[in-house]
């Protein structure tokens, strides 16, 4: 007798969010089942990768990322360049420390005229990402929302405490909302309904659930996005149906099993990109739709995983 392979039904879909300029744009979501079972349903176009830029070097990433980015590390401009020419990165994830009243403190028209020159230099989509400072993201945000105009970005992290500003920022100058919940399938929906309370639309939203890496929690944060996966394509729920985008990279760095030397533990390069990539596929198995990784290497290794489940 024939087999019939069963068929899981659901009854929601993520929403597209394509961010960047004509021509030069990349899509998040779009599927509408769960992740890489295509004989369910339709999978996402693909999953991008966005490369971590800093807007001022930074004092102590491993020995192999420096091997990465040693020489770009002063120029932002020239780091989000080799990202994007030498790395192949899907987008630029240019993240404003030196913002940070304990990193540099520097102003919002600072940041801001970095986010301009990168902009200017590159071609591929670009996330502007604060220094996860509540106060002080929200001005240096608005900042560079203005001088991105027409470039349409996704600017984040916007959070309880400082999302109006962020979001009225965005929607000024027609750009998407990156929205950091704290682990919670209930605290992530809620900054979705306030958000579009405000009048974004929920077509211009993408979530970061908060996540964690191998070792240090990445089971919890796989069921917080395992659960609002489930939510949106089984139960229909609009108000978590936007897509999901993991910070992975500063993740697997916090990681000492990532970087420190010890032969015990074998080689430490091969630890490190194995590391974040581990981290970076056993989240995407619960439903993310784009990463912000660190490591090229980690990103080669995480590509060429997707390419082959996609496959199946």
Known sequence: MPFAIPKETYNGKINTVTIGKAGNTVSLGGGDTYPFLAFDGQLQAGIPIALEVWDSAPLDWSPMLNEAY???????????????????ADMIALRLMSTHPDQGDKSPEAAAQ?????????????????????????????ACAEVASGYNCLIGKAQEKNY?????????????????????????????????????KEEKIVMDTMSSSLGYGLEYSYSVM??????????????????????????????????????????????GILWEATTAVGLLMSGLDALIMRNPAAMEQVRKTVADLREQ
């Open 70 to 88: 040693n020489d770009v590390y002063a120029d932002p401009v020239k780091w989000a360049l080799a990202c994007q020419d030498k790395y192949n």
């Open 114 to 142: 970095v986010v301009k020159q990168v902009l200017e230099a590159i071609r591929v989509p670009l996330i502007i990402l604060g220094c996860n400072h509540i106060e002080k993201d929200a001005e240096v945000l608005k």
């Open 164 to 200: 109006k500003t962020i979001a009225a920022a965005a929607m000024a100058y027609g750009h998407y909302v990156l929205a950091l919940s704290n682990l919670d399938i209930n605290l992530a929906k809620q900054l979705n309904i306030l958000l579009t309370q405000m009048g974004v």
């Open 226 to 271: 395992e659960r609002v996966r489930m939510a949106a394509l089984k139960q229909n729920d609009n108000m978590v149906q936007m897509p999901i985008i993991s910070d992975v990279g500063i993740e697997a760095s916090k990681a000492k099993e990532s970087k420190v030397d010890e032969p015990a533990w074998g080689d430490t390069r091969a630890r």
